[in-house]
Nanobody
């Protein structure tokens, strides 16, 4: 059973930075694609950033130029570096991995951007 464990969320002031990590229970290169999604209260879960097995990345327009997704196979980890955070980035952030047409989700980590 694939397990994904996120960490790194917290409270940060506008303009600040956070780095989220997602540690997988197995080799991350087994997954077709891994990514970060977020869900704010009362809103649907939305894509933030993804990285595929070939290393190609994709970002939501709202985070382009501010967020960066990257990975380390040896550490079985995918990170999301978030800079220039704004209150609109406040949400639960979830890691997702796709393997053999199945999606696996982590438990999420909360990011709150507030003065």
């Amino acid at each position: 059973q694939v397990q994904l464990v996120e960490s790194g969320g917290g409270l940060v002031q506008p303009g600040g930075s956070l780095r989220l990590s997602c540690v997988a229970s197995e080799n991350i290169f087994n997954f077709n694609i891994m990514g970060w999604y977020r869900q704010a209260p009362g809103k649907q879960r939305e894509l933030v950033a993804t990285i595929n097995v070939g290393g190609i990345t994709n970002y939501a327009d709202s985070v382009k130029g501010r967020f960066m997704i990257y990975r380390d196979g040896a550490e079985k980890t995918v990170w999301l570096q978030m800079n220039s955070l704004s209150p609109e980035d406040t949400a639960g952030y979830y890691c997702k991995a796709e393997l053999l047409r199945r999606n696996y989700w982590g438990q999420g980590t909360q990011v709150t951007v507030s003065p």
